[in-house]
């Protein structure tokens, strides 16, 4: 089983600063197969981006993805209120045939 | 668009089956290969439980597959849950979601609201 440890637990910024989360697999994962989801309290995850650059229909370009092998990061490049959620990687690959890793909060500070 | 609602029995005894239904709306169900449950107990993270093809084919998570069966009903647009012998470590939030079409890449791009499982 691939296993995805995303850090921190807990990220505390402000509106308009930039954040950087990042997702590291037990083994390599093809970028491909990597997608990574928000959650706000109460809502159903809602997906962010897939692939190597894709985003997902109306995700802002303040969302990007980068990284291979096994380290990931979802980066959101300004802050806006809504943001303040809760971020999951995903990962495709061997039995389970997916997994997601633990989660980010991400916080006002 | 595509939408998706869980349906099903919001509370289940131990040792009882949990069944629950995703119904496809604004669309067909054949508008992806795949579909998928995913659950999230109470404060924690999201667990895939298994996925269907839309010719039948199910995978499982290898921790459920002993427990789990997922079926899909093209007449009524809608596929579906069973989970057997339950226990209060099965207590959570269900989801249902449909795979992105995008050939060579993975995500589930539509998800339902959720429908909340107690096992008590």
């Known amino acids: 089983e691939i296993v995805l440890t995303q850090s921190p637990g807990t990220l505390s910024l402000s509106p308009g600063e930039r954040a950087t989360l990042s997702c590291r697999a037990s083994?390599?994962?093809?970028?491909?197969?990597l997608a990574w989801y928000q959650q706000r309290p109460g809502q159903a995850p809602r997906l962010l981006t897939y692939g190597a650059s894709s985003r997902a229909t109306g995700i802002p370009d303040r969302f990007s993805v980068s990284g291979s092998g096994t380290d990931f990061t979802l980066t959101i490049s300004r802050l806006e209120p809504e943001d303040f959620a809760v971020y999951y990687c995903q990962q495709y690959g061997s039995s389970p045939r997916y997994t997601f890793g633990q989660g980010t909060q991400l916080e006002i500070k | 668009q595509v939408q998706l609602q869980e349906s099903g029995p919001g509370l289940v005894k131990p040792s009882e089956t949990l069944s629950l239904t995703c119904a496809v709306s604004g669309g067909s169900i054949s508008s992806a290969n795949w579909w998928s449950w995913v659950r999230q107990p109470p404060g924690k993270g999201l667990e895939w439980i298994g996925e269907i093809f839309v010719g039948g084919r199910t995978n499982y998570n290898p921790s459920l597959a002993s427990r789990v069966t997922i079926s899909l009903d093209m007449s009524k647009n809608q596929f579906s849950l069973r989970l057997t012998s339950v226990t209060t470590a099965d207590t959570a939030v269900y989801y249902c979601a449909r795979h992105l079409a995008v050939p060579g890449t993975r995500g589930f791009d539509v998800w339902g609201q959720g429908t909340t499982v107690t096992v008590s």
């Open positions: 083994q390599t994962v093809s970028i491909n197969y």
